[in-house]
């Protein structure tokens, strides 16, 4: 997973094709351009008074000019009153590997633009052909704390938004926050200026265009938050959670009460996060969109080859819900042995042992589990065990308890309960991440969000931060009875947003699966909204190394067509494509691993016909397509499907019929 870099690309830029001015006479201007390889985005940098930044794409302005800056505790400024002492441009186009991904390899060309200015400091700019990212770089001896960090993206119009509130709080700090939030569509001016939003988040531009705001790269320091801006009613402004000082646990979440007049200390030598924007022309090129990786560390494990994803079977959003069994069920031996014996029937390499299999510490197992004959049963079977754990216990015990379980034969930890991104949990999250390489342990990090940590420690194979499955064992309802959270326009919009952002653990594959008319939240046996086949197709629109089979073992077996083909579908791929979509409305996926594709589409809750064109497919290749798609009755009945097989080529094109909060999905393969 080592950056590979054509080093014939990676020139100084002295034309004018890219910049401005060259480098001799640079130090002198005050304005800076650089182009996107293909030149269809136009950064310029405005140097002076205040460092600015503006952003054109074709015709159309993403960002006017926005004023960024760091701000030390002593009070110096990096950003205002900017003499630039040096510049340097280089061209690169690289490429490199990424074996537990999407897609195995990743293109990465962009230009480049470094501004050494006056104080120690430098700006590096970076622009794509699918956008832009800038971020501070500090040269001092010595540890410094970063008071502030101004980040502003002004926008030219009052433009629609998709924002991701922050909207349930621990212990009424504004900071402490499971990273699981609806979107409010809401234009710029209409944005809180006193509520706070997480990242990414959406601006619908002109002529379809879309700007994604998004963050890169976050280490050691804490994670970007937005508010609207009270000075301009069409801008997006940078929030930072304060240095935690002290806290106290509410429950199992660890909330900070006293907090620091800064938002990070840091070694006085260092990168910071990338700031960045992702520009689409189309909505369909926001579900197939690499920034985050281009964007984040190289990969720290040498050697990855112990890193296998995979699906698991899991006990928590079913309740452990086994019948026809001769034991009671429950955080027992006995259940989770079940789980396995089901798991290797179904070729799943995983099962997770969610909360309540240890006490206080994860050397404390309660007397009704067996964790070494829990692994020593799956190890016949070749299904791994995966250890739920709070972040509180692992932050402390992980020294200890990552060797002693791996030694065992665990195979990885579900890590939960960050629920901050302050810089002490980014470096907590990083320092678990390490250590559990080490071990040679996988993680499954839940109460955050990604930025790139899966791409310098792939061994974080997903992260939650999404408002999953799990939220509709307990969806609200209005005094009318109508549901509250609606699920399917989420489940079409969260893919052109989140999924920019890294996978999630959405915890797809519920089996009672419900119309909006008849759907209920019922706690030990949850339903879905919407069909049962788009549960089917999440497994390929969703991205997740580590995937969960979220229902009961009994209901899958009794299920079992359905879930012969979940258990087909891959967790990486080698090659991704966006075929159709729109944001809030529906998406149509294609992934590819070595010969087999596999296709998924959902809307919302209208239902539509739409085209599916198969020409990514081999030319003159001849593939048999195994298809669900929705029951002529799965608009009154949730569970109804229809599956079919066909024989199609890269010169077809399938009409699709999808029902309200439905879905299509399609297993497709060489005929020879």
Same mark, same amino acid.
């Given at each position: 997973?080592? @950056? ?7 020139? =100084?830029?002295?034309? !004018?094709?890219?910049? &401005? ?5 640079? +130090?002198?201007?005050? @304005? ?39 701000? =030390? ?10 003499? %630039? ?13 990424? $074996? ?14 470094? =501004?050494?200015?006056? !104080? ?10 699918? !956008?832009? +990212? ?14 502030s960090e101004e980040v502003t993206f002004n926008f030219a119009g009052d433009y629609k938004a998709f924002i991701p509130y922050i909207n349930n709080t621990h212990l009424g700090s504004r900071y402490s926050f499971s990273f699981e939030s609806f979107y409010d569509e809401q234009t710029l001016s209409q944005m809180f200026?006193?509520? =706070? ?21 976050? /280490? ?5 938050? &937005?508010?609207?801006? $009270? ?12 240095? $935690? ?52 560390? #190289? ?45 290797? *029937? ?9 909360? !309540? ?7 404390? %197992?309660?007397? /009704? ?11 016949q079977k070749d299904v791994g065990i995966i250890l739920w754990a709070g972040w509180n216990q692992t932050s402390q015990e992980k020294e200890t308890v990552f060797p002693f379980y791996a030694g065992m034969g665990v195979k990885g930890f579900k890590v939960d309960f960050f629920d901050n991104d302050n810089q002490l ?5 990083f320092e678990i991440a390490e250590e559990a390489a080490k071990n040679k342990l996988l993680l499954d990090l839940h109460g955050i969000k990604p930025t790139g940590v899966q791409q310098t420690y792939p061994n974080v194979l997903n992260i939650e931060g999404v408002k999953g499955l799990e939220n509709f064992k307990w ?11 609606? +699920? ?6 969260? #893919? ?11 915890? #797809? ?34 991205? *997740? ?7 009961? $073992? ?40 070595? @010969? ?77």
């Amino acid at each position: 997973m080592k @950056h590979t870099i054509n080093k014939s690309a990676c020139i =100084l830029f002295l034309s !004018g094709s890219f910049l &401005l001015a060259c480098a001799t006479g640079y +130090a002198q201007s005050k @304005h800076h351009e650089v182009k996107s390889p293909d030149g269809l985005i136009t950064l310029i940098v405005s140097a002076g008074k205040d460092l600015a930044w503006q952003v054109d794409h074709e015709q159309t302005k993403v960002i006017t000019p926005s004023a960024i800056s760091l701000t =030390l505790s002593t009070g110096e400024i990096a950003g205002k009153n900017v003499r %630039v002492l040096k510049t340097s441009a280089r061209q690169v186009n690289e490429s490199f590997h990424t $074996p537990f991904y999407k897609k195995s390899d990743v293109m990465n060309q962009y230009n480049q633009l470094l =501004l050494a200015c006056a !104080g120690n400091y430098s700006v590096e700019f970076r622009v794509y052909n699918d !956008g832009v +990212a800038y971020r501070f770089l500090t040269n001092r001896k010595g540890d410094i704390k970063i008071q502030s960090e101004e980040v502003t993206f002004n926008f030219a119009g009052d433009y629609k938004a998709f924002i991701p509130y922050i909207n349930n709080t621990h212990l009424g700090s504004r900071y402490s926050f499971s990273f699981e939030s609806f979107y409010d569509e809401q234009t710029l001016s209409q944005m809180f200026t006193d509520s =706070l939003s997480i990242v990414p988040l959406l601006v619908e531009l002109e002529d379809g265009k879309k700007a994604a705001v998004m963050e890169a790269d976050v /280490e050691d320091y804490p994670g970007l938050l &937005l508010l609207g801006n $009270p000075e301009n009613s069409h801008s997006l402004k940078g929030a930072f959670a304060p240095c $935690p000082l002290e806290g106290e646990m509410d429950g199992i979440v660890f909330t900070p009460t006293k907090f620091a007049g800064y938002i990070a200390s840091v070694k006085g030598t260092r990168s910071y996060p990338w700031r960045a924007v992702v520009i689409s022309r189309e909505d369909k090129e926001l579900a197939d969109n690499d920034m985050i990786r281009k964007l984040a560390s #190289p990969s720290r494990i040498k050697d990855p080859s112990w890193i296998k994803p995979g699906k698991a079977a899991w006990d928590w959003w079913n309740s452990s819900s086994v019948t026809g069994v001769d034991f009671k069920t429950g955080m027992n031996t006995r259940t989770f042995k079940y789980f396995i014996d089901f798991a290797a *029937a179904n070729r799943l390499e995983y099962v997770v042992v969610d909360a !309540g299999w240890s006490g206080s510490s994860l050397m404390d %197992v309660r007397p /009704e589990m067996n964790i070494k004959e829990l692994v020593d049963y799956g190890k016949q079977k070749d299904v791994g065990i995966i250890l739920w754990a709070g972040w509180n216990q692992t932050s402390q015990e992980k020294e200890t308890v990552f060797p002693f379980y791996a030694g065992m034969g665990v195979k990885g930890f579900k890590v939960d309960f960050f629920d901050n991104d302050n810089q002490l949990m980014i470096r907590s999250m990083f320092e678990i991440a390490e250590e559990a390489a080490k071990n040679k342990l996988l993680l499954d990090l839940h109460g955050i969000k990604p930025t790139g940590v899966q791409q310098t420690y792939p061994n974080v194979l997903n992260i939650e931060g999404v408002k999953g499955l799990e939220n509709f064992k307990w969806a609200p309802f209005d005094e009318k009875g109508r549901i509250k959270d609606d +699920a399917p326009r989420y489940d079409v919009t969260a #893919p052109y947003i989140r999924m920019l952002a890294g996978p999630m653990d959405y915890t #797809p594959g519920a089996m009672k699966n419900a119309t909006r008319e008849t759907y209920r939240s019922i706690y030990r046996r949850p339903m879905s909204q919407g069909t049962r086949v788009r549960q089917m197709a999440m497994y390929t629109v969703f991205e *997740a190394p580590l995937q969960m089979l979220a229902d009961s $073992p009994t209901d899958y077996m009794r299920e079992q067509e359905c879930t012969d083909f979940i258990a087909k579908v891959p967790t990486v791929f080698d090659q991704t494509v966006a075929l159709d979509g729109k944001v809030g409305e529906f998406i149509i996926l294609a992934r590819r691993k070595e @010969h087999v594709w596999y296709a998924g589409a959902l809307t919302n809750w209208t239902a539509r016909e739409v085209d599916v064109d198969f020409s990514f497919l081999d030319d003159g290749g001849l593939y048999e397509a195994e298809i669900f798609m929705d029951g002529i009755n799965s608009d009154t009945e949730g569970v109804d499907y229809r599956k079919e097989v066909v024989r199609i080529t890269s010169k077809d094109k399938k009409s699709i019929q999808m029902y309200p909060g439905g879905g299509w999905t399609a297993r497709i393969y060489p005929v020879n």
